[in-house]
């Protein structure tokens, strides 16, 4: 298969949303790289990206640390040739009032979540620039706009990628280059984050409903792949609903998710905290964790798509249709208005 096909990378690909896009990229006939620190979810992840069809390359590395990006996306362009996709998706959080967030942890969530995102693209950059072609696809969420109480550290980085994305798209734009970059913004995704996350929460952590399949996302992300001259995706109707409000009423919204955002996210049942550090330090995956997949715990619940993943893929041609319309009745009504009185 080493002739099919582009070469990406899905960085956090041992599970969640990273596991889900790198099978749907397999899917395609591509070539996927691999990215993360867990040994477990990693063969998992190889060993489905080989089932769909694809051909996988497992790179161990943590993305908070820069020289071994650099060395993964080398390892990466040795193997195949080059690098076509990055996709920047590792992530790691707390969930939990910032008063309770230690500044370590704090920094931690930083250097992988957003600090990640800076070293995967400039590792990306490095191969795609010379040969002034590539795509580099940063995995938002509705987050990156409008942060929730809980997850601080989270929305922070968060916010920070989306200044940051904005601010190289315009240094791409200006130097003419055909190297792209483009966001995916997200819903609340049924991923194992939330039973291997960092919580000082009385409850078990879970995304705040209605909640979607990590195909769904790996689907965007797959479509902003190839087609990353659109500046973003909001994938999901929730999304999109949370970047309006905010945009229009972001006072209000303030109010309304400090009356209800502790409660939603999460599950008030004795003796289901989370203990330890999560996978914060350590991968949850590792020598003596276990593969969780792509999915969490949330199936019976989430949805395998959503009228607005539609109409965010296709919102050119629905434009377009809109106007054609909009022209044929003008025309129409001209020609009534010409007619016998």
Known sequence: MRGRGRT???????????????????????????LARGREGLAGAADEVQRAGGEALVVGVD?????????????????????????????????????????????????????????GTRAALRHM????????????????????????AYCGAKHAIQGFNESLRCELLRDGSRVRTTMVQLPAVNTPQFDWVLSRMPGRPRPVAPVYQPEVAARAIVHAAAHPRRREYWTGAPTAAALFANAVMPGLLDRYLARTAYDSQQERQPGQRPEGAGNLWTPADGPHGHDHGAHGRFDAE????????????????????????????AVAARRLGAGPR
């Open 129 to 152: 620039l010379p040969r002034d072609r590539g795509t580099i696809v940063q995995v938002g969420s509705a987050l990156a706009y409008r942060g929730v109480p809980l997850q601080s």
């Open 8 to 34: 990406v990378v899905v960085t956090g690909a041992s599970g969640g949303v990273g596991r889900a896009a790198a099978v749907a990229f397999a899917a395609r006939g591509d070539r996927v790289a691999l």
């Open 63 to 119: 993305m908070a640390d820069a020289k071994a990006v650099e060395d993964a996306a080398q390892q990466v362009a040795d193997a195949f040739g080059g690098i076509d996709v990055w996709v920047n998706n590792a992530f790691t959080g707390v969930f939990a009032p910032f008063t309770e967030i230690t500044p370590d942890e704090f920094r931690r969530v930083t250097e992988v979540t957003y600090l990640g995102y800076v070293f």
């Open 302 to 329: 989430s949805r395998d798509g959503d009228p607005q993943e539609w109409l965010s893929r296709n919102r050119t041609r629905l434009g377009a249709g809109l106007l054609a319309a909009g022209a044929l009745g």
